[in-house]
């Protein structure tokens, strides 16, 4: 039984070796940008609770746009995976051209919106029936912070576009490493601008926004440079402006795949922010509260998110190949490690979760209610890296129709009512509403389980 059990869900070492060089830099690039976010969330709240509220309200906002980007080059980089796995370098560059069209819409888009509807979007999540901050002060400070930090979503969204095309091909390394640069000049300047260190002036939320773009620039150069003038690592930029057209039936089949996983991404992160909204009810100590335990519980939440990016990658290009027996193996062992991590992750976050609220400066009600809300996220962590594995498994056989209603639809289906009528409805305390909102996750988990072992994720969509 054991012999059976090793064969299907541990892998050999030299399965752990390619799985590690590819999934280590994601990790560290991603735990840098966590950890300096986490920071950064601790320097805005050294200066009041309602500039930290503003802030984090906006980048609720700005975490849509950020999905959508995502959302957009990854349904183009389904198929670029399989293209680079097949060896079919000018798909790839198809791929990568798509996702420069469909990156521009978004931006355009965003651009509109936080600049014509800022005030009512910051708003919806300012609600005065708590006993802690000042609504007017909040939503000053998330206008004065939006009003910088749009300029840096273009840089953002070509980054992303460079990095998933890179990604594509197995190289991890120089993402980590722009995004090493990045936080470090993000990490210097929010120290510097934020409290007005030597020669910068006191900026506050406007300095922390300043900080922000800045490292969004610098990574955007480094990435985009790195891969022009290494164009035999990246074959697929090697004409790629040379013309802005693509076949018809390489768009058309990249539409079609792709779009269910775009909207997948809107839908989800719109699902996500009405979720906070929900929370936002009970007052701004509850999204204050929030705001802190989703930033630390994501600084330990990339351990699943990345090894899930790594499983489309190691699987897709093994699909594109053919190999469909391998892709099934190696999805296996991938899911049984992550999920094997990160309960062993949960169980620290759980012992010690209380030890990072304490880092900021705002009032004793919010620390304890921040602490509370991160054991109960560390709680359902297993079942979360369970289905983000689940995920990436379906999409990287193209299954992004399945994927939307596995995804978005739960989500507006299921944990949107929950999360809904618990928090308005109901006199439940805000904890019992975040546990009751955590705990849809278990259900999802049953759902995934089917989907993957059915095996209706294993085909190559790149044949001729």
């Not at 014509?116 to 979007?121: K, R």
């Not at 910088?148 to 576009?161: D, E």
């Not at 906070?276 to 630390?296: K, P």
């Amino acid at each position: 039984m054991w012999t059976k059990f090793k064969s299907t869900f541990i892998g050999d070492r030299n399965f752990y070796r390619k799985v590690i060089y590819i999934v280590i830099p994601m990790i560290i690039q991603n735990a840098i940008t966590s950890f300096v976010n986490f920071l950064d969330n601790i320097m805005v709240g050294q200066i009041g609770t309602e500039q930290m509220t503003g802030v984090a309200i906006v980048n609720q906002l700005i975490f849509v746009f950020n999905l959508c980007i995502f959302g957009a080059v990854s349904g183009a980089g389904i198929f670029g995976t399989q293209y680079y796995g097949k060896g079919d370098y000018e798909g790839q560059k198809y791929a990568f051209r798509y996702k420069l069209y469909s990156g521009l819409m978004i931006i355009a888009l965003a651009l509109y919106l936080f600049t014509s509807w800022d005030a009512q979007l910051i708003s919806l999540y300012l609600n005065d029936t708590g006993s802690v901050g000042d609504i007017s002060k909040t939503l000053e400070y998330g206008q004065q912070y939006l009003s910088i930090m749009i300029w840096g979503l273009p840089a953002f969204a070509i980054s992303q576009i460079y990095i998933n095309s890179i990604r594509e091909t197995g190289k991890t390394v120089i993402p980590m490493i722009s995004g090493a640069v990045a936080v470090a000049v993000n990490l210097i300047l929010d120290y510097s601008l934020i409290f007005g260190i030597g020669f910068f002036p006191e900026l506050g939320v406007r300095g922390a926004a300043l900080a922000t773009v800045a490292a969004r620039f610098v990574e955007c150069a480094i990435t985009v440079i790195w891969t022009h003038t290494h164009k035999k690592e990246n074959p697929y930029i090697v004409g790629a402006y040379k013309g802005f057209g693509m076949p018809t039936k390489v768009f058309k089949d990249i539409f079609i795949k792709g779009t269910p996983l775009m909207l997948n991404e809107v839908l989800w992160a719109c699902g996500m922010t009405t979720v906070v909204q929900c929370y936002a009810v009970r007052g701004l100590e509850v999204v204050a509260a929030q705001n802190i335990s989703s930033t630390i519980t994501n600084l330990f939440n990339i351990v699943y998110m990345q090894i899930g990016a790594s499983i489309a990658i190691v699987v897709g290009q093994l699909l594109g190949a053919g190999k469909l027996e391998e892709a099934k193996d190696a999805d296996n062992k991938m899911i049984f490690f992550t999920v094997s991590a990160c309960a062993v992750i949960a169980c620290f976050m759980i012992a010690f979760g209380g030890l990072f609220p304490s880092l900021y400066n705002t009032e004793p009600e919010i620390r304890t209610l921040a602490t509370q809300f991160i054991r109960i996220a560390a709680l359902f962590m297993p079942c979360c890296a369970f289905c983000h594995a689940t995920y990436f498994t379906l999409r990287s056989g193209g299954k992004t129709v399945i994927t939307f209603i596995f995804d978005s639809v739960y989500v507006w289906s299921v944990m949107i009512p929950v999360a809904y009528f618990t928090s308005r409805h109901h006199a439940f305390p805000i904890t019992a509403v975040f546990f009751c909102v955590q705990a849809t996750e278990i259900v999802k988990v049953f759902i995934g389980y089917m989907m993957v072992k059915s095996g209706i994720w294993v085909q190559n969509i790149v044949e001729e």
